[in-house]
């Protein structure tokens, strides 16, 4: 069995506390624990002492007047009662990817799912940096007709092939592409930059779809303490975090001054795949993402365009995807299915009432993972 490392309690505790300290930052919290050993010790040392280390002024005067506001019991029982959970960057389950950009953030907030976010471990107890790539679905809060279909298409295409879908939550593209996800019974993780509690949520009209990713096996997080408002300084941070986790990055439908274009630019910064729709000359929503792809990003019509460049066979992996869906109905009459096989002969070799049959090679062939030969005959695709 692997071995997980997790941060004692109580530094996690102090951890939290300073995390739930206005203005500070990944950066900071490093400093913090590199200079006094500890975030217990950094904590509970004289205001003073915060003097002798390279923080900007804002911070220090941060840590000197506003934490004595925090009590951190308190605030780690609120995270009990919020029902959050809590991932730290030393953690074996920390998003692997995560950890190769600049500053990225030492403690995970969220709710819903949190084994979405856990790497597979291998036979041998390590991490397995193969599994299905994240992709990261963003745009304008204000879409065409023409970009809420593309989007939702492509998204739906996307988690057929297994993907999980990244996006921030937004109006518009970003909750277009969490609907999807949803609704293809697909994985969705939505980023935020705010508390992750149902308070904090923004958008506040999507408080709603954020319940329904967590209570759908997806998950809901954010870097930002329980409480944390969505002020616009955390947009940028949280978009980092949005490419940071991703393989890449697909923009549907951007301005030429737009928040999804902060995410592709951090998404070069950190190495990933840049994505765009291309949309009409005509089109102000079009603007930015025609612009990245002059610039070089990967232009997109379907999901097949995103799983090419990422060495990941559409069909086959559509086909391996719904295969793992499969109930035992399905999986008995899939085994069956390896030869053409008729309707008669099918019941002969299993206990199904002809409904039961017609409606499960119904779903089969939905999946695409038989198909009808005709007269009633069937084999596997």
């Not at 200079?35 to 804002?58: H, I, K, Q, R, V």
């Not at 992709?135 to 297994?162: C, D, F, K, N, W």
């Not at 996800?181 to 506040?204: C, D, K, N, R, Y």
Request: neutral net charge.
């Amino acid at each position: 069995m692997a071995t997980v490392k997790v941060v004692e309690l109580g530094e996690l505790k102090f951890l939290n506390a300073f995390n739930a300290v206005p203005g500070v930052g990944a950066a900071t919290l490093r400093t913090l624990r590199d200079s006094f050993g500890s975030f217990e010790s950094a904590w509970n040392a004289n205001p003073s002492a915060y003097d002798a280390f390279a923080l900007d002024s804002p911070v220090r005067e941060a840590l000197q007047t506003r934490k004595r506001a925090i009590d951190p019991d308190r605030a780690m029982q609120r995270i009990v009662q919020e029902k959050i959970w809590l991932i730290t960057d030393d953690e074996d389950f920390y998003p692997p990817l995560l950890k190769e950009i600049p500053y990225p953030p030492l403690i995970l907030y969220g709710r819903g799912n949190k084994g979405l976010l856990q790497t597979k471990i291998d036979t041998r107890g390590k991490p397995n940096l193969e599994q299905r790539p994240w992709i990261a679905v963003v745009g304008t809060r204000r879409p065409t007709p023409y970009g809420i279909e593309a989007a939702e298409t492509i998204t739906s295409q996307l988690v057929q092939a297994g993907i999980a879908i990244v996006s921030g939550l937004a109006s518009g593209i970003d909750a277009k592409a969490h609907s999807a996800a949803l609704a293809a019974q697909g994985s969705t993780i939505a980023v935020l930059g705010s508390g992750v509690e149902p308070s904090s949520v923004f958008p506040p009209e999507n408080r709603g779809l954020a319940e329904r990713i967590t209570s759908s096996g997806g998950a809901v997080i954010s870097e930002y303490a329980p409480g944390t408002p969505a002020v616009k300084e955390h947009f940028p941070m949280r978009n980092r975090i949005i490419s940071g986790v991703s393989r890449g990055t697909l923009v549907v439908e951007a301005r030429e001054k737009s928040g999804a274009l902060i995410t592709a630019r951090y998404a070069l910064e950190q190495n990933r795949e840049v994505f765009a729709v291309p949309g009409s000359i005509f089109s102000p929503t079009s603007a930015g993402t025609n612009k990245l792809i002059q610039e070089g990003a990967k232009p997109v019509a379907r999901a097949a365009d995103i799983l090419e460049d990422l060495g990941i066979e559409y069909e086959a992996a559509a086909r391996e995807s719904a295969t793992q869906s499969l109930d035992q109905k399905e999986k008995a009459l899939l085994d069956l299915l390896t030869e053409p096989i008729g309707i008669d002969a099918l019941k002969a070799r299993t206990d199904f009432t002809t409904p039961v049959m017609m409606a499960t090679l119904s779903m089969l062939e939905l999946k695409k993972l038989v198909r009808n030969l005709g007269g009633n005959t069937f084999q596997r695709t």
